[in-house]
């Protein structure tokens, strides 16, 4: 898959009051330090599409920007839109306990309802152990029925024996409660790494929703 332009459309903190649910969607969540946009930034090949920021929490609503893409760069004729989703980060301690009982609201409002929801993207730190917090939030998203997919952020933080290390950890914690693993991928946004593959699984199913739409 080849971007070609990528641009912020909505910022909604109301689910009722997203764009309309027509295209093909895809959601990004994660804890809030765990370098989402700075992923996204390098995912779609533009440096200040999301917001970075020193301070974890910066993404407060449903954020929906518009991709146009084509599958392959040869093919100059062939566009498709889709909606990649910026979901606001969970876990973030300095935030009021009601705000982020605010958060958590909104974001499994906009999981349950959205309707064009294909799959969600759950990003993890590899840098780090198993977190707790990211293996509740994965079960979560199993007993709401909500198809996703892991990503292993920050792959190149630490030696890959590291992220390797604990990568397979959180995968068999999960094995614990999951009879079958969701797809994963490893990722880097300092070194690009996993942004063909997660493209190229993006565009499959942007070719299965097209095809039932």
């Known amino acids: 898959m080849e971007i070609i332009s990528a641009r912020l459309v909505s910022c909604s903190a109301d689910v009722q009051k997203c764009p309309k649910p027509h295209l093909p969607e895809y959601a990004f969540v994660g804890r809030s330090n765990v370098g989402k946009s700075s992923f996204i930034n390098m995912l779609t090949?533009?440096?200040?599409?999301?917001?970075?920021?020193?301070?974890?929490?910066?993404?407060?609503?449903?954020n929906h920007y518009i991709i146009e893409?084509?599958?392959d760069p040869l093919q100059r004729l062939r566009r498709g839109s889709w909606y990649l989703v910026d979901l606001p980060g969970y876990g973030y301690a300095r935030q009021s306990l009601q705000q982020r009982?605010?958060?958590?609201?909104?974001?499994?409002?906009?999981?349950q309802q959205r309707k064009n929801l294909?799959?969600?993207?759950?990003?993890?730190?590899?840098?780090?152990?198993?977190?707790?917090l990211d293996l509740n939030f994965a079960d979560?998203?199993?007993?709401?029925?909500?198809?996703?997919?892991?990503?292993?952020?920050?792959?190149?933080?630490?030696?890959?024996?590291?992220?390797?290390?604990?990568?397979?950890?959180?995968?068999?914690e999960m094995e614990k409660r999951w009879q079958h693993l969701p797809p994963y991928f490893l990722?880097?946004?300092?070194k690009k790494t996993g942004r063909k593959e997660i493209l190229e699984f993006i565009q499959e199913w942007n070719t299965r929703f097209q095809a039932i739409a």
């Not at 090949?45 to 449903?62: E, F, V, Y």
């Not at 009982?101 to 906009?110: D, M, R, T, V």
């Not at 990722?187 to 300092?190: N, R």
């Open 45 to 62: 090949g533009q440096h200040r599409l999301a917001k970075t920021s020193a301070t974890p929490g910066k993404t407060q609503t449903i």
């Open 69 to 71: 893409s084509r599958p």
């Open 187 to 190: 990722a880097s946004a300092k």
């Open 101 to 111: 009982k605010n958060w958590q609201q909104l974001i499994q409002s906009y999981l």
């Open 140 to 172: 979560q998203l199993g007993q709401w029925q909500i198809p996703f997919v892991l990503i292993f952020t920050k792959t190149d933080k630490e030696k890959q024996n590291v992220v390797h290390k604990h990568m397979q950890a959180f995968l068999k």
């Open 118 to 132: 294909v799959y969600t993207f759950l990003l993890i730190d590899s840098s780090i152990p198993p977190q707790t």
